[in-house]
């Protein structure tokens, strides 16, 4: 039994902030952001608007698209490093909200990786038969533990939740191949400082211009592709310049890669889920394509899947 991604889904809250606000607020200006990073503007969540708030939105959106109802779900995996509440976790949150019956349902921390975790976890329990039908969700709201006095960090992130269903897909479809990993020596550069994240954007760029790109060739070697083979590449949207490095090591043109990072910004464990469902619905993804995700993150973490699209 193969698992594969079935239906997916995403949310970001209304409110933009750009580049131009952000130079009222700290020392900085668009131009360096836009040619450090890539991003323009990101969403940011209104007070009343809550991880678990875009987490539904995102869900309802997800079951939809895979013609399925809550009732129809046997697991609810969250991946979030800005839960709600410390527990009940997010994924209990939705458990509820959604009305599916009493499944399992744990948040995932994993941080930027969260999403990668979330899926391969999730294929785990279906390819052993033990579920059918689970939802995964990446969703952050990064805007409350952001520094808003820090320039280093605060253009960097915004809000906003992606989901999708993993279920079973007909054979030579689906999750095809993944590698996940964790490397605890670098957690002092990405973690949260009592009530703000802070970071050493240079060691942390270091890591995920060495680790995405090689992750990326990696999935795609095990399954005997070859890595120019690759019809649609979504990275974790963080930098562009760190996006372009994996590109450039899978040899495929530009339009073949995903790019939300100049609207939304880096919003971590939401970034992977939020492009794939946008590569969706604008039709970048087809049937029987080959499709990479890969992310990296907190922790240090990382996590990518080569997968054909498709039930
Ligand atoms: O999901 C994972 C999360 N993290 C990441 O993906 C972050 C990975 N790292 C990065 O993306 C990059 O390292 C940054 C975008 C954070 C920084 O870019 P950089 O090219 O590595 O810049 P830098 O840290 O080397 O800083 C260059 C200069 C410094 O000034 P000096 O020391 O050269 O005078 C900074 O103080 O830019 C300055 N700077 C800024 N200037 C204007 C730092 N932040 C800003 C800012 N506006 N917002």
Redesign the pocket.
């Known amino acids: 039994m193969n698992a594969g991604i079935i239906g997916t889904g995403h949310y970001v809250p209304e409110k933009v902030l750009t580049n131009f606000d952000?130079e009222k607020m700290?020392?900085?200006?668009d131009e360096?952001?836009r040619t450090?990073?890539g991003i323009e503007e990101r969403r940011i969540a209104e007070d009343h608007i809550d991880t678990s708030h875009m987490a539904y939105e995102a869900a309802l959106s997800a079951l939809k698209e895979a013609n399925l109802s809550a009732e129809d779900l046997d697991m609810i995996l969250v991946a979030t490093v800005t839960p709600d509440t410390p527990f009940p976790s997010v994924a209990c949150m939705l458990q509820d909200r959604l009305g599916a019956k009493k499944v399992a349902a744990m948040d995932l921390s994993a941080?930027?990786s969260g999403f990668m975790y979330g899926i391969i976890t999730a294929k785990q329990f279906i390819e052993t038969g033990a579920y059918k039908n689970i939802l995964v969700v990446g969703v952050e709201k990064l805007s409350k533990i952001t520094d808003w006095t820090d320039?280093?960090?605060?253009?960097?992130f915004g809000d906003g939740a992606g989901a999708a269903v993993v279920g079973p897909v007909s054979d030579g479809k689906g999750i095809l191949s993944f590698e996940l990993g964790a490397d605890g020596s670098g957690g002092k550069y990405?973690y949260q400082d009592k009530d703000y994240l802070s970071?050493n954007?240079?060691e942390?760029?270091k890591f995920?211009v060495r680790q995405m790109p090689e992750s990326s060739v990696n999935v795609v070697e095990k399954i005997g592709y070859n890595k120019e083979d690759v019809d649609y590449l979504i990275p974790?949207q963080?930098?562009i310049?760190?996006m372009e490095a994996a590109r450039e090591r899978l040899g495929i043109p530009e339009e073949k890669m995903a790019m939300s990072v100049k609207k939304y910004g880096?919003t971590?464990a939401a970034s992977i889920p939020i492009a794939l469902s946008e590569g969706v619905k604008e039709g970048k993804i087809q049937e029987d394509d080959l499709v990479v995700l890969v992310g990296?993150?907190?922790g240090l973490t990382w996590g990518a899947v080569a997968l054909k699209w498709g039930k």
């Open positions: 952000l700290v020392e900085t200006n360096w952001i450090r990073t941080a930027c320039r280093n960090t605060c253009v960097l990405l970071m954007g240079r942390v760029f995920a974790h963080a930098n310049r760190i880096n971590s990296f993150g907190g």
